[in-house]
C-alpha cells in the first residue's frame, strides 16, 4: 500500500511561482519512477513530469523550462517547482505511483 499526500497549491499571478511537495509513504520508493499529473476543469487528466529513481526527468512540451521536478529519495519526497506560470496551467495537480496509486491532489489557480 502507498499514500501519497500533495501539498503547496494555490492562488498566484501569471508570472508567478509555485512550489509542489509530494510526501510518499508505504513502499519502497526509491527504485520507482514518480509523476506529476494535473486535470483541468473539463479536460482529460495529463501527464505534467516524470523523474526516476537515478532522477531522470521528462516533461510534457507544454511545461518545459518553466517546472522542475525533483525528488528527495531518504525523505520519500517528490516536488514540482513551477516558474512563470500561465493561466492555463490552471489545474488540480495530482502526484503519481506507478502502481496507480494516486494523491488527493492539490489545486492551482494562476489568475490575475
Known amino acids: 500500500q502507498v499514500q501519497l499526500v500533495e501539498s503547496g497549491g494555490g492562488l498566484v499571478q501569471p508570472g508567478g511561482s509555485l512550489r509542489l511537495s509530494c510526501a510518499a509513504s508505504g513502499s519502497i520508493f526509491n527504485i520507482y519512477t514518480m509523476y506529476w499529473y494535473r486535470q483541468a476543469p473539463g479536460k482529460q487528466r495529463e501527464f505534467v513530469a516524470g523523474?526516476?529513481?537515478?532522477?531522470?526527468?521528462n516533461y510534457a512540451d507544454s511545461v518545459k523550462g518553466r517546472f522542475t521536478i525533483s525528488r528527495d529519495n531518504a525523505k520519500k519526497m517528490v516536488y514540482l517547482q513551477m516558474n512563470n506560470l500561465r493561466p492555463e496551467d490552471t489545474a488540480v495537480y495530482y502526484c503519481?505511483?506507478?502502481?496507480?496509486?494516486w494523491g488527493q491532489g492539490t489545486q492551482v489557480t494562476v489568475s490575475s
Open positions: 523523474i526516476t529513481g537515478g532522477k531522470l526527468t
Open positions: 503519481n505511483h506507478p502502481l496507480d496509486y
